[in-house]
């Protein structure tokens, strides 16, 4: 998809950003806005996201992805300051920061699955009636590689994110009669603050971290296309493309 062909299909478009603050949600609120698209900015972190906003001309609401409530009360948001949603990109995630072990901890494991997963549940579930009000739409959700292979160091988040990948399979046929395609992306370690814990690991091990702008390409990608259930693999050195399950 040219840059050019991606202006013509999203421009003044409505699109949800959630994690929009930062990394690949504030790359892909950027690209968005560059493809003429309207912006609305969520995220728990103020200050970053009303930056985006600002940056995108578009607007910030303040949004825990985890409760169900301030999903549907962001939704309204986006459709008072625009008249309606065409996109959300459900992105917003954190770093599960514990075992199954001596090391669970509860609240984090709580905390993970309230944004890696109960964000993309209670994200879609609320803004559907948006989108069929349209006439359709797209979504699309960041799960990781972390969704599609095995990852020993952290397993609850692989859980998390195979269960995003999941949902996109799913949901890809489920909602098609709604005219709203739902597709995932699935990077490997990209360039955001949520690998800072990793950093020293990763140039032990010699591993790439991808920017966060091919993450925003490839959403752009799906959102200018027609499939659903697709969930797109990004790595270094390669062309992002759906995975062959
Ligand atoms: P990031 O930390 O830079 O951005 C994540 C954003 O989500 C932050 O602005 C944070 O405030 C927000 N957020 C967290 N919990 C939230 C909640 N409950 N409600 C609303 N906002 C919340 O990290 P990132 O890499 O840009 O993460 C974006 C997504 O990408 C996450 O789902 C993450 O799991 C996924 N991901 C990241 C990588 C990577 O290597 N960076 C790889 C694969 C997948």
Known sequence: MTAAGSEAGLRDKVAIVT???????????LALAKAGARV???????????????????????????DLDANRALVDF??????GVDIAFLNAGVATGCGVGDDFDPARYRRAMGANLDGVVFGTH????????????????????AGLAAVPF??????????VVGLAR???????????????????????????????????????VIP??????????ILT??????????????DPEPFRF
């Not at 609320?126 to 590689?145: F, H």
């Open 126 to 145: 609320a803004v559907l009636p948006a989108l069929r009000a349209r006439g359709g739409g797209s979504i699309v959700a960041t799960a990781s590689l």
């Open 40 to 66: 609305v900015v969520a995220d728990l972190d103020a200050q970053g996201g009303r930056e985006v906003a600002e940056m995108v001309d578009g607007h910030f609401r303040a949004c825990d992805v985890s």
């Open 154 to 163: 952290d397993p609850l988040y692989a859980a998390n994110k195979h269960a």
């Open 212 to 221: 966060a702008e091919l993450v925003a390409d490839t959403v752009l990608r």
């Open 225 to 238: 296309g027609d499939a659903t259930g697709e969930c797109w693999f990004i790595q270094a050195g390669r």
């Open 78 to 83: 986006a459709q008072e300051q625009y008249g």
């Open 19 to 29: 994690g929009g603050a930062s990394g690949l949600g504030r790359a892909t609120a």
């Open 170 to 208: 799913s949901l890809g046929p489920a909602l098609a009669p709604d005219n709203v395609r739902f597709n995932a992306v699935c990077p490997g370690f990209a360039e955001s603050r949520i690998i800072d814990h990793l950093r020293g690991m990763l140039s032990e091990q010699g591993l790439p």
